[in-house]
């Protein structure tokens, strides 16, 4: 009885403390909300509505991170596709379509990322770029054996509206960070380099794609994110 009112304690003095942070994001509160056991079937708001119109998906890996670069197109088609299920957009140009563009155009690696979407008919743009990649071969920890770290913006392409500033969300820093990792078991179950990155893009596209719709707290560690 004790030990039941001392657990109940902890979790709302916890969870009070984090209301109390400025701040402390959706994403946030739910990450420990559900560690503590509570909260689990709660509707979580998007992080940022995506305007309507169509969207680009622009991954960068300016310092070439991922060694496999089929894993940047992989990532922006899951996170287009996850988008477009969830409904929280109705229109992707295709990354088929920007590698055609890429391809033709010997001035596109001169382009600014809204730029790049303006010329292919986009209305936004969600830049994704890599910060971090590691799948290292030899591995030493089990609880992070490898991971990739992502900056996320949602940039405007419309200049008439926002001559000065393109991007939309967020409005400050370097961009929101999400981070996706996998385990030393998970790691063995996935031969390869290459099958690592493509995992770790498939589990980055869902947590990339659930900023921008309302979800339900625990549906993505049920999804094994």
């Known amino acids: 009885m004790i030990l039941t ?39 979580l708001p998007a992080e940022y509505e995506l305007p309507p119109g ?24 899951y996170v287009g596709e996850e988008l477009l299920a969830r409904e929280a957009i109705s229109t992707v140009i295709s990354p088929r379509s920007l590698a ?25 743009v969600l830049w ?3 910060r971090d990649f590691e799948a ?11 991971k990739l770290t992502l900056g996320i ?3 405007t392409t419309e200049e008439e509206v926002n001559p000065h ?4 969300w967020p409005t400050v820093g370097s961009g929101h960070l999400v981070e996706s990792s996998l385990n030393a078991i ?18 980055s596209s869902i947590l990339v794609a659930r900023l921008f719709y309302e979800h339900t707290l625990g549906d993505i560690e049920d999804d094994g994110v």
């Open 5 to 43: 009112r001392l657990r109940k304690s902890i979790l709302v003095v916890a969870l009070a403390g984090l209301l109390l942070l400025p701040t402390a994001g959706c994403a946030r509160w739910g990450a420990l909300a559900y560690a503590l056991g509570g909260g689990r079937g709660q509707k």
């Open 54 to 77: 169509k969207l680009l998906i622009l991954v960068d890996d300016p310092k070439e991170k991922v060694t496999w670069p089929r894993a940047r197109t992989l990532l922006a088609k």
């Open 100 to 124: 055609k563009f890429r391809q033709s155009d010997t001035k596109f690696e001169n382009y600014a990322a809204d730029e790049i979407g303006r010329k292919l008919g986009a209305k936004t």
């Open 128 to 130: 994704i770029e890599v």
């Open 136 to 146: 290292p071969e030899e591995i030493e920890e089990v609880s992070t054996a490898a």
């Open 153 to 155: 913006k949602v940039l």
């Open 165 to 168: 500033r393109v991007r939309l």
């Open 186 to 203: 998970a790691v063995n179950k996935t031969k390869g380099e290459n099958a690592v990155a493509k995992e770790l893009a498939r589990r």
